[in-house]
């Protein structure tokens, strides 16, 4: 890779590590809050409409979360899963690397309100200089493009886990959403091998470097591989529990236990289809992404260019009123679960906003408040919604710093 793409996002950190010269003073109050999984398009910082200084359509905004009191966001260097050969790779790490640099673009035109952390420490200490901060995780290390030197360049670029695969089978392993109709095997099926040995060379190569790995997405042979491969505890940046939803991206609490007994923490996830099954919503949501993308004169719905378009508002606040989302206090619920099976210290907090998340009371950042007022109605004390909220995350990652410091 280019290094001179790296100099953006390296000049922010040393903005990162520098005084709090022109930060906000703003109190901080409350728990440190912190959202694990938080998607950008890949025209992010590049159209007007996306410039996240301003007032956009996206769910995270820096407006929305300076209103909405959530200090901290891992912002997501996602692609979408495509042949594994040589053109379906160097895709891959082309599209990886448009949303690097829209990261960086927005740490570089916005040092006075947010700031990249590579570190807890670092997200300490923007939160007590009045700014928001950055990090960066990866979603679908398909984008390395089967070349473990990449992980070292994302981890330069300040990216601090990495998650292993995403919809359909990849170079690493198989998915909990595999792509059946084109002959990939079902998850748990004969055919479902887990992890691959590039997979295995990933997690030892992150554990050196001090990148938490990620388990989200991956199916649970996968997760069981993972948790046998890594010296240090794992995350699973944004999932559910399956026994409050059956679907194949919650985990099941034979492995929730599993991770926290490995250390590691499970960040639950606002996700509508996670939290509630609702059969009539998603064939409207479905029939409305093909209206919209055929009224724009395309042949397929595609979510970065759709999903911001004013018919597309229109028909999604028609399908609410029929087909409400769940609450928040559903959300709650979950996370309720999740505690009873791993524990106060395993369980945090993720939206997956501008990636399919939100919820009503939690719809975008700006609500997010209300995340903590509903987890005082459920009965958790400020030390436990302190956990959830970052305390039990930053643990982890300190720990895994630690172990690749040894």
């Known amino acids: 890779m280019n290094t001179i793409r790296f100099r953006p996002l390296l000049a922010a950190l040393a903005l990162a ?35 996240v200084g301003r007032d956009t359509p996206l769910k995270v905004d820096l407006g929305k979360m300076e209103r909405g009191g959530l200090d901290a966001a891992f912002f997501v260097v996602w692609v979408p899963q495509h ?6 790779y160097a895709k891959a790490v082309e599209q990886a690397e448009q949303k690097y640099e829209a990261i960086g673009r927005m740490l570089m035109m916005y040092p006075d309100r947010i700031r990249l952390a590579t570190t807890p420490a670092q997200v300490r200490a923007n939160r007590a200089a009045g700014l928001l901060s950055a990090m960066i995780g ?16 994302a981890y330069d670029r300040g990216a601090r886990y990495v998650g292993l695969v995403h919809v359909g089978d990849n170079d690493l392993c198989t998915s909990s959403l595999p792509d059946t109709e084109h002959g990939e095997p079902a998850m748990n099926s004969p055919g479902d091998h887990g992890m691959t040995d590039f997979g295995r060379a990933v997690v030892k190569r992150a554990n050196q470097l001090g990148i938490m790995v990620d388990v989200s997405h991956a199916s649970d042979a996968c997760v069981r591989d ?45 996700y509508k289809e996670f939290l509630k099954k609702d059969p009539g919503r998603e064939a409207a949501e479905k029939k409305l ?8 004169g395309d042949k397929e719905y595609d979510s970065d260019k759709h999903d911001y378009l004013p018919a597309m508002a229109r028909g999604m606040a028609e399908i609410q009123d029929k087909y409400p989302l769940p609450t928040v206090d559903d959300f709650v619920a979950q996370i309720r679960h999740m505690v009873r099976v791993a524990g106060i ?5 993720a939206s997956d906003f501008d990636g399919g998340g939100g919820i009503t009371g939690w719809a975008d950042a700006s609500e997010t408040r209300n995340v903590t007022a509903a987890l005082r109605r459920a009965g958790f004390g400020d030390a436990d919604i302190a956990k959830l909220w970052s305390g039990n995350l930053l643990r982890v990652w300190a720990e895994v710093e630690r172990a690749a410091e040894h």
Do not use: C
Request: aromatic content about 4%; hydrophobic content about 45%.
């Open 17 to 51: 590590a520098a005084p709090a010269a022109f930060a906000q003073q703003r109190a901080p109050a409350g728990p440190l809050t912190l959202d694990t999984h938080v998607d950008i398009p890949f025209s992010y910082m590049r159209e007007p409409r996306f410039d």
């Open 83 to 88: 042949a594994l050969d040589a053109a379906g």
């Open 138 to 153: 990866i979603e679908n290390a398909y984008s390395l493009g089967h070349d473990l030197h990449r992980l070292d360049a």
């Open 226 to 270: 993972a948790l046998k491969v890594s010296t240090a505890p794992v995350i699973a940046s944004h999932s559910g529990a399956r026994a409050a939803l059956d679907h194949p991206r919650n985990l099941p609490d034979d492995l929730l236990r599993a991770i926290a007994a490995k250390g590691g923490v499970i960040q639950a996830v606002a």
């Open 289 to 296: 992404q093909e209206q919209v993308a055929r009224g724009a």
């Open 345 to 349: 210290d395993h369980v945090g907090i």
